[in-house]
Nanobody, 115 residues
Framework: QVQLVESGGGLVQPGGSLRLSCSAS????????MNWYRKAPGKERELVAN????????NYADSVKGRFIISRDNAKSTVFLQMNSLKPEDTAVYYC????????WGQGTQVTVSS
């Protein structure tokens, strides 16, 4: 059974940092690109970042480029999202995602950036 479990969200002040984790199980983690998405109220879900199987390539949305860093630990079947210089507009539920024959989503973790 494929399972994705996000953690690390919370409340942070503008300019602060958070590190999100997504623990994966039920598939061969090391052969799949992993993705982070986010969904803010009233906005479409957007791809924040993704990372290829061995971490050789990473891509970022323009809105987070230079502030967020995606990484993975294949031995632990975990993908991370280090979020720095957070802005109020980063407030959203952040979801881990993997595309197998079907697309699988975690439950999401809430990130709130506010004074």
């Amino acid at each position: 059974q494929v399972q994705l479990v996000e953690s690390g969200g919370g409340l942070v002040q503008p300019g602060g940092s958070l590190r999100l984790s997504c623990s994966a199980s039920g598939f061969t983690f090391s052969v799949y690109t992993m993705n982070w998405y986010r969904k803010a109220p009233g906005k479409e879900r957007e791809l924040v970042a993704n990372i290829t199987r061995a971490g050789e390539r990473a891509n970022y949305a323009d809105s987070v480029k230079g502030r967020f860093i995606i990484s993975r630990d294949n031995a632990k079947s975990t993908v991370f999202l280090q979020m720095n210089s957070l802005k109020p507009e980063d407030t959203a539920v952040y979801y881990c995602n993997v595309r197998l024959l079907a697309v699988y989503w975690g439950q999401g973790t809430q990130v709130t950036v506010s004074s």
